[in-house]
Each structure stands twice: as structure tokens, then as C-alpha cells.
């Protein structure tokens, strides 16, 4: 069976998870400990980010290229069609996803947990304490900022990364008004990548991932409750409510919640 080395809350393994569920591929998920864990990715796979995939003695490390690996090695139900205009643009629309709905929905959460009391008491573990729970909202919103500014979060940075977020999804609004999808009449590559790297603006609300129900159906404020975007968190959810599938919680729920958001 094919091993999912994963973060649970990494949007990256999000995108592996449905081009797994939407061509059907049993898979077992390894949760990597942040940290140590992150050793053993590193003798696996010789780097430390995830996600990782290991198919028999096959290691992919890289979301792009374990994409690229399962089409390859599992063509049912391609993602990358043949067609050379489609597949350039299929190519394309990955690469902006990657590059900037990702990296700026990683900054833009970093900002409303530091801005939201409630939204980063969600973030800890159910089985977390109700006390750590407070003293962890209890933190001053100020701390947060000094925290973000060391790894250079400036108001200046979280501003422009709202703003090319805002951009971002009223274009990808404005590409789904007429067609059910990103690129043709199919899912593709194009298409999870974006529905999954959109994780954190707006967490699915389904039975998708093995995290804290208040944190289902909700995000980054300004973004995943404006009226705006509605159109494509629609039709993200239809897609997920055709493809995806649901997960079987654990006894460790969530464990890795706080920490799987990884600054680079």
C-alpha cells in the first residue's frame, strides 16, 4: 500500500490527499512529528518537508513531483491531460497555486491566529488541557506580532499577501463562473492543487481531516467569510463532496496541529 508521510494540517499533503481519494489509490498516513520525526523523513527521503510518498521502494519527496509520479505510474482517471494547451495551462495553474495561494495562505493564518483568541485555542489538540487552552489565548496579541516581525511577517508583508489573496480568488471566481472546472470539462492537476492549497483561507467543513471540529468551515477572517469568494468555496466544497473522502478520526487527533504550519 502506498505511505503518506504527512502533516495533517499541511495544505501541501492536502493536495496529495485528494489526487489519492480522486483516482481511487488505498494509501496509509504516516503523522511526522515536527521535529524528530522530521529525521526520519530526512533518512528516507534525504530532505525534511512533507509530504513524502513511498510506493513499494519508490520515495517521492515534493507535492509537484509525487503529482507528477502517481499519473505516471496510476494513469486511471488522469490529472495531467495530454493535449499540449491544456497541460501547459493545467502546469501553470499549479505553479501560481503553489507559489502564491499557498505561501500567502500560510501567512495570511499566521496573522489571524496571532489577531483571534478563539481561532487559536481551535488550533490545539482536543485532548489539550482547558487550562493550556486559556493560558495559549490569554497571549497577548502584541507578542504575536513581535513573533511574526522575527520571521518577517511586517504588517507591510501580511498586507500584500492579503491583498494577492483577494486578487487570487476573485480571478479564480471570475475562471469557474462558466465552466465546472479550472481547465476543461475534468479535474485536474490544476484543480486540487488550488482546492487544497486553499486550506487555510477556509478549512473544509466535511469530514475531510483528522482536525478540531471548530475548525471546520472556518479561516482566515475578511477572506473566508466575505460573500465575495462564496462562488469558489462552493464549488471547492462540491469538489470534495465528489472526491474526497472522509476521514477515520485517531486517538491522536490533531496532534500535530499547531506546528504543522512551517515558515520558511
Request: hydrophobic share 40%.
Amino acid at each position: 500500500m502506498l505511505e503518506l508521510y504527512q502533516f495533517e494540517l499541511s495544505h501541501y499533503c492536502e493536495k496529495i490527499r485528494l489526487i489519492l481519494d480522486y483516482k481511487g489509490l488505498p494509501y496509509r498516513k504516516i503523522e511526522v512529528t515536527p521535529g524528530v520525526g522530521q529525521l526520519d523523513v530526512f533518512r528516507l527521503s534525504g530532505q525534511r518537508q512533507v509530504p513524502v510518498l513511498k510506493d513499494g521502494d519508490e520515495v517521492i519527496a515534493d507535492s509537484t513531483a509525487i503529482a507528477d509520479y502517481l499519473d505516471k505510474t496510476y494513469p486511471e482517471r488522469p490529472i495531467i491531460p495530454d493535449d499540449p494547451k491544456l497541460r501547459g495551462l493545467t502546469l501553470l495553474i499549479e505553479q501560481w497555486a503553489d507559489e502564491s495561494i499557498a505561501i500567502n495562505g500560510r501567512k495570511c493564518m499566521i496573522d489571524a491566529l496571532g489577531k483571534d483568541q478563539a481561532f487559536r485555542r481551535s488550533f490545539l489538540p482536543i485532548t489539550t488541557p482547558d487550562l493550556v487552552k486559556d493560558l495559549l489565548g490569554a497571549v497577548p496579541a502584541e507578542l504575536f506580532g513581535v513573533l511574526e516581525l522575527g520571521v518577517g511577517l511586517t504588517p507591510d508583508a501580511i498586507k500584500a499577501a492579503t491583498d494577492a489573496a483577494k486578487r487570487d480568488f476573485t480571478a479564480l471566481c471570475f475562471m469557474l463562473m462558466e465552466q465546472p472546472y479550472l481547465v476543461y470539462d475534468q479535474p485536474t492537476l490544476a484543480d486540487f492543487a488550488v482546492a487544497g492549497l486553499s486550506m487555510y483561507f477556509k478549512f473544509p467543513a466535511g469530514p475531510y481531516l483528522d482536525i478540531p471540529e471548530s475548525l471546520k468551515g472556518h479561516g482566515v477572517p475578511g477572506i473566508s467569510d466575505v460573500g465575495t469568494f462564496e462562488p469558489f468555496f462552493a464549488w471547492r466544497d462540491r469538489l470534495y463532496a465528489t472526491y474526497r473522502k472522509a476521514t477515520v478520526p485517531t486517538a491522536t487527533s490533531s496532534g500535530s496541529g499547531p506546528t504543522s504550519i512551517n515558515i520558511d
